[in-house]
């Protein structure tokens, strides 16, 4: 079984400060957020908001506290559990385990 095992939602270590001056899931969607972001779902646009730039926000804390983030979050786990899917190339590559051949894929939930 092939699933998808978010690194965002186990790894809080994971974000990445990107040069533009915003908080990303992992380093591997900088790339995605340049090149590709029209065909991001919202819940991934959302995260680079004006408002979540670096420079605007009062504390990590208070960024990580927002709707978007946390409607991120709730998104990536409903793709962990099978309730959406996500079409993201990079989550795929990076983020999607075999249960069934790999005895290290299985990752704490947070």
């Not at 998808?4 to 591997?28: D, E, K, M, Q």
């Not at 972001?37 to 979540?52: A, T, Y």
Request: aromatic residues 14%; negative net charge; charged residues 25%.
């Amino acid at each position: 079984m092939t699933k998808l095992s978010p690194l965002c939602l186990h790894n809080n270590t994971g974000r990445a400060l990107v040069n533009s001056g915003y908080i990303l899931p992992c380093c591997f969607m900088d790339y995605t957020f340049r090149y590709d972001f029209d065909n991001l779902p919202k819940e991934f646009q959302n995260l680079v908001d004006e408002e979540l730039k670096l420079s605007n926000v009062e504390s990590i804390d208070k960024l990580f506290d927002s709707w978007q983030w946390k409607e991120f979050l709730q998104y990536m786990q409903d793709a962990h559990d099978g309730k959406v899917t996500c079409d993201v190339y990079n989550c795929n590559k990076f983020c999607t385990k075999n249960f069934d051949q790999d005895p290290t894929a299985s990752r704490e939930i947070v």
